[in-house]
């Protein structure tokens, strides 16, 4: 009995470790801009042939990603759409503005598990341009590219692909 113990307590702590296996799926985009690191950590669901974004109701905010919700973090300050926020840390989430419009929420609560999604207490919004890619992504993939003073992120699952862009000084 105390040497089945032995065996089970071990494994069952290595399955609830995020490095073994219960987060294994997770990704994540990096960029330096303007000397500053700035970086996205986010869960990489699968499609399943489902069309998630189309069953989104209009003004919803959305988990992004799995499990944990998707975090930002910059080294230095951003600006998303005209508001100032401070470098540190950010989870983000989508929320459909209308039929084909999108907006990226910054919320400063991190650490959040990605249900129920948060509804208030947003401190930026940066609205996504949405186009039909030209391949298609069966897990959700973010990137970051810089581009001058500002980093361009592009979101893509299915043939959606979601595109924006916010300073980082």
């Given at each position: ?13 290595l399955l ?8 294994a799926?997770?990704g ?5 801009v ?15 042939g489902r069309d998630i974004?189309?069953?989104?109701p ?5 988990r ?12 230095g ?11 540190g840390?950010?989870?983000l989430?989508?929320k459909k ?7 990226l ?10 249900m129920p ?9 940066l609205p996504?341009?949405?186009?039909t890619a ?7 993939t973010i ?7 500002n980093?361009g ?5 299915g043939?959606?692909e979601?595109t924006?862009s916010f300073?980082?000084?």
């Amino acid at each position: 009995m105390k040497l089945r113990r032995l065996i089970v307590i071990p494994i069952l702590v290595l399955l609830a470790c995020p490095a073994f296996g219960l987060q294994a799926n997770r990704g994540n985009a990096e960029a330096t801009v303007n000397g500053k690191q700035v970086s996205i950590s986010y869960g990489r669901p699968s499609l399943k042939g489902r069309d998630i974004l189309s069953l989104m109701p209009v003004g919803k905010v959305w988990r992004l990603g799995a499990n944990q919700a998707t975090e930002i973090t910059s080294g230095g300050d951003l600006n998303v759409n005209g508001t100032s926020l401070k470098a540190g840390k950010y989870s983000l989430w989508l929320k459909k503005t209308g039929d084909n419009s999108w907006a990226l929420e910054f919320h400063p609560k991190t650490g959040v598990w990605g249900m129920p999604e948060l509804t208030e207490g947003y401190v930026a919004e940066l609205p996504l341009k949405l186009q039909t890619a030209s391949d298609s992504a069966e897990q959700l993939t973010i990137t970051l590219k810089p581009n001058g003073g500002n980093a361009g992120i592009d979101i893509h699952w299915g043939t959606a692909e979601l595109t924006g862009s916010f300073g980082v000084k």
